[in-house]
């Protein structure tokens, strides 16, 4: 079965300090992996999204890493804003799958002052 | 260009009642998916149109049922709702370009709360 698991659950830091957060995935075979920064009671909006080839991928202060051969994804934010505050998911699709996306229950994200 | 926009934003219904929500795709878009996610947990997949027609389905019983319009927006059905139904709806769009490689816009979805 396809799964896609992230941790931690929940992360709390002080606004300003950096934080990175992982994506373990056993999809398979593999076609892409993003990262989307979804509000409370928002729709998901995408951050980056890898290909097999691709190890890294960078949108402003948040920058996402892909091994293909762990299949392990971490999501780096650097220099935490309180509007980072917000559940960060990892969501992965297969070849094979049709526009099917597989997603992670999320890492939620507080960024206190 | 407006983006994937969904109605109602929110929603109550009681037990055994229908639902009907409603998504209009980013413009240029022709295909919507739906996606089901309770609190605290991912979004799960329900059902894809395009062409008018449901072309991928995830998990969920026959009392989910969509539809597609001529003019690429859609509708979700949730007939004889239970408690745990209550959940985020989320709509989502993709180009033809964009189905080619997984790409989907969502948009802000709708809250249904069964009591």
């Known amino acids: 079965k396809n799964q896609v698991e992230q941790s931690p659950q929940s992360l709390i830091i002080l606004e300003g300090k950096n934080c990175t957060l992982q994506?373990?995935?056993?999809?398979?075979?593999?076609?892409?992996l993003r990262w989307y920064k979804q509000d409370t009671g928002r729709g998901p909006v995408s951050l980056t999204i890898?290909?097999?080839?691709?190890n890294t991928k960078s949108n402003g202060r948040y920058t996402a890493t892909l091994d293909a051969d762990t299949k392990q994804s971490s999501l780096h934010i650097t220099a935490s804003q309180l509007s980072d505050s917000a559940s960060y998911i990892c969501v992965v699709s297969f070849t094979g799958g049709g526009n099917k996306l597989t997603f992670g229950t999320g890492t939620q994200l507080k960024v206190e002052l | 260009d407006a983006g994937v926009t969904q109605s109602p934003t929110h929603l109550i219904k009681t037990r055994g009642q229908q639902v009907t929500l409603r998504c209009s795709p980013k413009s240029g878009h022709d295909t919507v998916s739906w996606y089901q996610q309770a609190l605290g947990q991912g979004p799960q997949f329900i059902f894809q149109y395009y062409e008018e027609e449901e072309r991928q389905r995830g998990n969920f019983p026959d009392r989910f049922s969509g539809h597609q319009f001529p003019n690429y927006s859609s509708e979700l059905n949730v007939n004889a709702l239970l408690l745990g139904d209550s959940a985020l709806y989320l709509c989502?769009?993709?180009?033809?370009?964009?189905?080619?490689?997984?790409?989907?816009?969502f948009g802000a979805g709708t809250r249904l709360s069964v009591l």
């Open positions: 989502a769009s993709s180009s033809p370009v964009d189905r080619a490689k997984n790409i989907q816009y």
């Open positions: 890898m290909t097999f080839s691709e």
């Open positions: 994506c373990n995935y056993t999809v398979s075979p593999f076609s892409n």
